[in-house]
Every structure is written in structure tokens, then in C-alpha cells.
């Protein structure tokens, strides 16, 4: 249903080190770069981060990957520690969500709540 997002960042060369990191082992990577706008996916940008433009504080954001498999989601958690990110919660099930919601949860360089999810069975 969604075809793409965009966030603003503070520091785009932060966040481009971040999302390099934390989307390789889900199988992101850049794919489209114009300007300071820089587009995440696996074939098409689906996935955008940008210089901050407008004015006032930013709120925070969740932003949920696909992993393609629990070993996925300990990669991203790996790379995100490695980056310094904050962790909010580690790899772990959620059946509160549903039975097979394997997901791990971190914080980027702009305080946005990103997560790596794995929706198969182990």
C-alpha cells in the first residue's frame, strides 16, 4: 500500500552511515541519490532521508524493515549497535503482535524509533 517514505535528518552524512550500516543485512542499499536526497530499497528508493527544511522540533517517527529471516534482524541489531545506535529493545519474539513477530528495535541518529521485523517462523 505504500509505495514510499521520507524522513528529514539532521545530518544527512549521520543518518547515510546509519542506514548503510543497519539496511545492509536486510538486503537495503542505496539506489537513488540526487542533491542531499538520498533513496533506500532493494530495486526501487522506497525508503528516503533528507536534510531537515522545515521549521520547529521534529517528532519522532517508527519505521518498521522487513527482515527476510530472524538472522536478518540480529544483523541489523549488530550493525546498529556497532553504529552507536540506542537500543530500545533486542531481537526477541512479540507474540503480543503476532505469534511469529520477531523484531529488534534501535534508535537512528535523529531519535526515530527504527526496527527490523521477521514475520516467518523460525
Known amino acids: 500500500m505504500i509505495d514510499h517514505v521520507s524522513i528529514q535528518v539532521r545530518d544527512v552524512a549521520a543518518s547515510v552511515a546509519f542506514y548503510d550500516a543497519v539496511l545492509a543485512p536486510l538486503g537495503g542499499r542505496r539506489v537513488h541519490e540526487f542533491d542531499d536526497q538520498i533513496g533506500y530499497g532493494t530495486q ?53 503482535y503476532t505469534p511469529t513477530y520477531y523484531a529488534a528495535f534501535v534508535r537512528d541518529p535523529d531519535g526515530n524509533n527504527v526496527e527490523a521485523v521477521c514475520h516467518k517462523p523460525e
Open 44 to 96: 526501487f528508493p522506497d525508503f528516503w532521508i533528507g536534510p531537515t527544511t522545515t521549521p520547529g522540533e521534529a517528532r519522532e517517527v517508527h519505521l518498521a524493515f522487513t527482515a527476510p529471516d530472524r538472522a536478518a534482524v540480529h544483523g541489523f541489531f549488530e550493525a546498529a549497535v556497532a553504529a552507536g545506535a540506542e537500543v530500545l529493545h533486542e531481537p526477541r519474539l512479540w507474540p503480543e
